[in-house]
């Protein structure tokens, strides 16, 4: 690939790093393989099956084709499943693939893997509101396959919604709450909670799931409803890793209300994330003070620059002056469909391995923010609350990720920002002055709240027990959690090495003294200096670990009884859930 003319188009640059895995897995590919030119396998019930690739968000988990057939009920889902266990084959769901760890299919899935990817997204994607619990204005049943964005517009047509989403409205049900998906919100000073809302996950919105389980009297799998508050089985089903099927959900929802969402590029990082009681944060201008403002607060920090892109959300029943309504979502154009500068650059950096133009590159995406901002009037921006939540579409920049939530008090969050950004800053820098470039995407630091029982509509719930926002028992005192991830290009040298570095020292410095590391299960996570979901002492130990011996056992044997063939599962899931 060059920058000069004959350039591919913008997203073939941007999606280059993905393409390459894929392609490159399609070339080992013997010609003849089962991968290749072997037989379908004979699906019950008539459904037929075809060979479909897989690829990740970041492309660095690419199949060149696995059966793959689209069931259209829960019940074809519980014949594959009979199906599969007689014939030693194992179901992946397959939603939007909009993850970057091994949860679906393993980087090393061999070409003739008995592996069935099972498509939600083609059938099971009805939806329709149910009779409410008492505490919870509004209820909703959604098969899996629904996307959040459908989901939560049907939810905004009967005056519902919830208090955040993640970012990516194409997401769908069933893998939001597999990894307990998040979006940012804790209380603004003043605000009191609202009913039917949670500041944790979605996961804790959820009130019954119905799964594809083994039932043992019968000596098959068969269609399970489980309910919140009564059945413990919940509990490990609203956040289960894709180690079950879940095939629907009925959710809470509250009263939906329009929001204010404020984006800032002037406030430095040295004010933003300055220490507490040092003179940087006496201004009023630290993450800690817009989150007392707002409630509602995202940073995205490109590397090597000095001034985040800020954005404040605020409830706003009524539309302030300032403000400029919207009408849908995806209300940064400049964010989501590259500029042509910015493809260029960052295919250069992939293409011609020049990693030393990052700072380059993080200058050209703050600017490309900056005047974006200003140029689509988009600073100050009013709405329903799923118009401003949603702001990620699939032709953005397609970066690797790592990801952590660290769980700590309301009133330690400016501190632990300010230890991470200044770890963060201070090696990066030392790297470069060393010729050594492995970040050259951004820092996103998001505030969330736990998932407190007290949230669900259902009396003796509990919080799901995987979930990575559920409180630690051996620490009542934490409420809320940091998120925070890395984003750099696909293959950049290094970008392992540097990651274990952050891993190591969030462990040790947040290890459940003032606030606790625990890994994101979407994301990059257990880094060895090469390669991620690796380091066996993470896997093994620090994670069961951070969220207490109990929990996590119940946990991983509820999972393993609902499913004891492991027909649901692959072999990274079999090592991190092991009894």
Excluded at 148 to 168: D, Q, R, Y
Excluded at 220 to 231: H, I, K, N, P
Excluded at 472 to 497: I, K, M, N, R
Excluded at 543 to 555: D, K, R
Aim: some cysteine; hydrophobic content about 40%; glycine content about 10%.
């Amino acid at each position: 690939m060059s920058t000069k003319p004959g350039l591919p188009s913008r997203r073939g640059v941007l999606r280059t790093a993905a393409a390459a895995g894929a392609m490159g897995l399609a070339a080992r590919i013997p010609t003849g393989s089962a991968a290749a030119d072997g037989a379908a396998p004979s699906l019950p019930g008539g459904l037929t099956a075809h060979r479909s690739p897989y690829l990740n968000w970041a492309g660095e988990i690419a199949h060149p084709g696995l059966w793959t057939c689209a069931p259209r009920t829960a019940a074809e889902i519980v014949d594959l499943a009979n199906w599969a266990h007689a014939e030693g084959w194992r179901l992946r769901p397959r939603g939007k693939a909009h993850t970057w760890s091994p949860l679906t299919i393993t980087p090393d899935t061999a070409p003739d893997a008995r592996v069935l990817l099972v498509d939600t997204t083609a059938h099971l994607t009805a939806t329709e509101l149910v009779p409410p619990p008492a505490g919870a204005p509004g209820a909703v049943r959604a098969q899996t396959g629904v996307t959040l964005e459908t989901l939560m517009g049907f939810l905004a047509e009967h005056g519902l919604g919830v208090t955040n989403t993640p970012a990516p409205g194409e997401l769908t049900l069933g893998g939001t709450l597999a990894i307990d998906a998040h979006g940012t919100s804790v209380p603004a000073d003043g605000e009191t909670a609202r009913p039917g809302h949670t500041y944790g996950t979605l996961s804790n919105l959820v009130l019954a799931v119905t799964a594809v389980v083994w039932d043992e009297a019968s000596g098959a799998y068969v269609l399970r409803t489980f309910e919140r508050g009564r059945d413990p089985e919940c509990d490990a089903l609203a956040a289960h890793l894709g180690r079950s099927f879940v095939v629907e959900a009925v959710l809470q929802a509250g009263e939906e209300s329009a929001m204010r969402c404020v984006s800032r590029v002037d406030v430095p990082v040295d004010e933003l994330f300055a220490a507490p009681g040092s003179a940087a944060a006496a201004g009023g201008r630290t993450f800690a003070d817009f989150l007392a403002a707002g409630g509602r607060v995202e940073t995205i920090w490109f590397a090597f620059t000095d001034r985040p892109w800020l954005k404040v959300w605020s409830l706003s029943p009524e539309k302030p002056a300032t403000s400029r309504p919207v009408l849908g979502p995806y209300n940064y154009p400049f964010s989501d469909s590259v500029p042509t500068a910015v493809s260029r650059l960052a295919g250069q950096l992939v293409a011609d391995a020049a990693w030393y133009l990052a700072p380059t590159l993080g200058a050209l995406q703050y600017t490309v923010a900056a005047t974006g901002l200003t140029a689509t009037l988009a600073g100050d921006l009013w709405g329903a609350s799923h118009h401003l939540m949603f702001y990620l579409r699939p032709t953005t920049l397609r970066e690797t990720a790592n990801g952590y939530a660290i769980l700590t008090r309301r009133a330690d969050v400016q501190r632990v920002i300010s230890e991470f950004a200044g770890f963060y800053r201070e090696r990066l820098e030392a790297w470069a002055r060393e010729g050594r470039f492995p970040v050259n995407g951004q820092v996103e630091i998001r505030v969330g709240g736990l998932d407190q029982a007290a949230d669900v509509a259902a009396p003796g719930a509990r919080p799901p027990l995987l979930s990575v926002v559920r409180p630690h028992p051996d620490h009542p005192e934490f409420d809320c959690a940091v998120w925070v991830d890395v984003l750099t290009l696909p293959s950049t040298p290094g970008a392992a090495e540097f990651y274990r570095e952050l891993e190591r020292f969030c462990l040790t410095t947040f290890d459940g003294g003032h606030a606790l590391t625990r890994v994101e299960w979407s994301k990059g996570w257990g880094y060895t200096d090469t390669a991620a979901w690796a380091d066996p002492e993470v896997i093994g130990t620090v994670v069961p670990a951070s969220y207490g011996e109990g929990q996590w056992a119940e946990g991983v044997e509820t999972l393993r009884r609902l499913d004891p063939h492991g027909v649901f599962g692959n072999a990274f899931l079999d090592g991190l859930l092991t009894p």
